[in-house]
């Protein structure tokens, strides 16, 4: 869900643990769980990619992995919905000025989902990624036509970037 409420949101972050540049833009990601395992190379370039969707200029994204806790509490807090959701992203930047925004990532979340689907943690996680970048670049979801081009456009990102297994 793409979210502007007009004003910073940032949680407390830890260093991150990867960076690279797509184009112009930072792609960092961060974990506030210890001994995380992420893929990080396979969901920066699968991050890439789908930035490939956007209009106009990046500056950054962060991409955050959390709790179900505490992607609980921003799903109430800034959907005003109950429970869990797996991913949320939010578009920080002011009018006109290139996007910087912030993906969260319930991680616990992913590995259900990928236990249930069928697929690797690492494909989970990337796919998470490029659907909050998706909504970034301003895709919507909420009708099934909306849930069938951005899942469309997942699976070719994914494809393309040569989907772990």
């Known amino acids: 869900m793409n ?3 007009g004003k910073r949101h940032r949680m407390k972050k ?10 112009r833009a930072a792609l960092r990601i961060h974990s506030q769980i210890s001994r995380a395992r992420i893929s ?12 490939r969707h956007f209009q106009r200029p990046v500056s950054s994204i962060d991409f955050i992995f959390i709790s179900t806790h505490k992607m609980a509490f921003l799903h109430r807090q ?3 919905l109950p429970g869990l959701t797996d991913v949320m992203a939010f578009d ?8 910087e925004g912030e993906v969260y990532i319930c991680l616990e979340q992913a590995k259900r989902q990928a236990a249930l689907y069928g697929e690797s943690l690492a ?4 796919r998470l990624a490029i659907h909050g970048v998706l909504h970034l670049a301003g895709e919507k979801d909420a009708t099934e036509a909306g849930r069938e081009r951005m899942r469309a456009l997942e699976e070719r990102i994914l494809c393309e970037a040569g989907r772990s297994k």
């Open 123 to 126: 494909s989970e996680t990337a």
């Open 3 to 5: 979210t502007n409420r």
């Open 78 to 80: 800034f959907l005003g």
């Open 92 to 99: 920080l930047s002011e009018n006109g000025a290139p996007l």
């Open 14 to 23: 830890k260093e991150p643990m990867s960076k690279a540049k797509a184009g």
């Open 40 to 51: 990080r190379e396979y969901l920066l370039r699968c991050a890439r990619m789908a930035l």
